[in-house]
């Protein structure tokens, strides 16, 4: 069994110094802790001694108010970055997980990634995670010291991992949890991108079109027609052209004022659920946004339940990570029901969010004790069902904008050609 030299505090604040025999670095703190000490630095033997003089000053004034991470200078900084993209804390995770599973310290393996990290947010916090638990905090505490960085899934899901000496197991698994739920945001990224795409393009077509175009058309109408009167769908072209024209400072007022009104309005608890179930309903959109709910929900919380956290916490967690208020619901209903020793399937299934195929699979892992990995073979499932949904709601698309972008533009040429067509016959005529 490694061997561990430690610099640790006892009640009275007097430092000693020791070895102790542990399986991991946490184990040995947690030795420590259980004897009455307050560790400072924890060093496997072989890897660097335990550090003195000026580095356990350090610790020792690290340590002086727990819990509160290190502060490095002072000052109001303004508009300052402090989140990290998922992608940069997914390559973080994976990186530190295959470092511990190397059998690597947790103190070392943060040094390691401190030192090769890019991102200036994610590199400042490595280093105050590594401050914090080279005084002695367990990594989950010194993940909580930064919510904008860890949400409470991943803390919770380290924490698990340190009470059952899997740490290394659960950030692999947590690393897995993030390379999956990216993937599938991407795909609905990808999905939704392109009529948003096509619909840009038709506006600022249109926008062209009846800005610039249609009042030379006007003009050449009047010289060549005078007062004879023009076809109504051209009429309503050069309407909508001067209205266009004359109101457009108040055209983009009013759209300003109502993304800001459906922002508010968004925001607001009773809001959120009435647009997240109109998202659900959305025709070709909808089916992709709820398989893709529920694959979060089921891998969700499978993964937290199989990492060993309680299954209330569990649930409470994943209904803050759900991301659609309509799915946040019904999981409020399930931790009741659990709450009150019932099965979370009644609940689920009274909500009419999840279809009968989640239900039935949910039954079955509660009734055979297998429900964490019945959760994680339904958020698969579901995975191959966002790609199918991806993969048809791309390929009816295509032809829809299409359609849609020529409708557009063909209607306001052919109110142009109209007229043209009688200038044509009134110059035969002559």
Same mark, same amino acid.
Do not use: C
């Given at each position: ?8 505090l ?11 025999e ?29 550090r ?11 340590m ?58 994610l ?27 860890? =949400? ?17 197991l ?35 077509i ?9 009042p ?27 209205g ?27 809001g959120r ?42 649930? =409470? ?6 991301? =659609? ?77 299409i ?9 306001i040429?052919?109110a ?15």
């Amino acid at each position: 069994m490694p061997k561990f030299n430690y610099v640790a505090l006892d009640s009275r604040g007097t430092e000693s110094t020791g070895v102790v025999e542990a399986a991991s670095s946490n184990e040995a703190i947690g030795q420590l802790r259980q004897a009455g000490f307050f560790p400072t630095s924890v060093v496997e033997e072989g890897k660097g001694g335990a550090r003195k003089s000026a580095a356990s000053k350090k610790a020792t004034k690290t340590m002086a108010a727990p819990g509160t991470p290190a502060k490095k200078g002072s000052g109001i900084e303004l508009f300052k970055k402090s989140t990290v993209k998922s992608k940069t804390l997914m390559i973080f995770t994976r990186q530190l997980a295959t470092l511990i599973d190397a059998g690597l310290p947790l103190l070392r393996g943060l040094t390691v990634l401190a030192k090769q990290e890019k991102d200036l947010v994610l590199k400042k916090t490595i280093n105050m995670l590594a401050d914090s638990v080279q005084g002695g905090n367990t990594f989950s505490e010194s993940l909580a010291q930064h919510p904008k960085i860890f =949400n409470k899934l991943y803390i919770n899901m380290v924490k698990a991992g340190e009470l059952g000496g899997v740490l290394e197991l659960v950030l692999n698994r947590l690393a897995e949890f993030q390379e999956k739920a990216q993937k599938i945001a991407n795909k609905v990224k990808s999905a939704m991108a392109y009529p948003m795409i096509v619909l840009v393009i038709a506006i600022l077509i249109m926008w062209f079109l009846l800005v610039f175009i249609v009042p030379k058309f006007e003009a050449i109408f009047k010289d060549m027609l005078g007062n004879k009167p023009l076809p109504d769908i051209t009429q309503i072209v050069i309407g909508i052209s001067k209205g266009i024209q004359e109101h457009f400072f108040g055209i983009i007022g009013t759209v300003v004022g109502l993304v800001i009104a459906y922002q508010l309005f968004a925001r607001s608890n009773a809001g959120r659920v009435i647009l997240d179930r109109i998202k659900l309903k959305i025709p070709l959109m909808g089916d992709l946004l709820r398989k893709s709910a529920i694959s979060r929900f089921t891998r969700t919380l499978g993964t937290l339940v199989e990492s060993g956290v309680p299954i209330l916490q569990a649930l =409470n967690i994943t209904k803050d990570t759900s991301g =659609n208020a309509v799915i946040a619901d019904a999981i409020l209903k399930v931790h009741d029901a659990v709450k009150e020793g019932e099965s979370i399937v009644a609940p689920l299934e009274s909500s009419g969010v999840f279809p009968p195929l989640v239900i039935s699979m949910i039954d079955v892992g509660e009734e055979t004790g297998q429900l964490p990995a019945m959760l994680l073979k339904v958020a698969d499932v579901f995975d191959d069902e966002v790609d199918n949904a991806v993969a048809g709601l791309t390929a009816m698309l295509e032809p829809l904008m299409i359609v849609f972008l020529a409708l557009v533009v063909g209607s306001i040429v052919i109110a142009l050609f109209m007229p043209l067509i009688s200038i044509i016959q009134q110059m035969q005529s002559q």
